[in-house]
């Protein structure tokens, strides 16, 4: 399955943005998606995850509360609602998906997401 990610940009700090990743190709509801996302100089670091039917989600501790992960198999998307942003959730943030619930091996393109103060 090929993954799209799209809806980074720039916002203010307290900013909402939603992202999207978009897939084509493979039968995309047999799929744990995540999020992922990279600063220069830094590991890429897990954000959020969403089990195949939606039942299972898991959202990193530093961003619970802001941000949810959500998905549409009929459209093969899953989408990040990222809120109340801060300038530390500025990085490229990509999508991954997975057969089981951690082993992401097919990733996407990135998307930027700049936060400013």
């Known amino acids: 399955v090929q993954l799209q990610a799209s809806g980074g940009g720039s916002v203010q700090a307290g900013g909402s943005l939603r992202l999207s990743c978009e897939a084509s190709?493979?039968?995309?509801?047999?799929?744990?998606v995540g999020w992922f996302r990279r600063t220069p100089g830094k590991e890429r670091e897990f954000v959020a995850r969403?089990?195949?039917?939606?039942?299972?989600?898991l959202i990193m501790d530093s961003v619970k509360g802001r941000f949810t992960i959500s998905r549409d198999n009929a459209k093969n998307a899953v989408y990040l609602w990222m809120n109340i942003l801060k300038p530390e959730d500025t990085a490229v943030y990509y999508c991954?998906?997975?057969?089981?619930?951690?082993?992401?091996?097919?990733w996407g393109q990135g998307t930027l997401v700049t936060v400013s103060s």
């Open positions: 991954a998906t997975a057969l089981g619930w951690t082993q992401f091996d097919n």
């Open positions: 190709g493979g039968t995309f509801s047999d799929y744990t």
């Open positions: 969403i089990g195949w039917n939606s039942g299972r989600t």
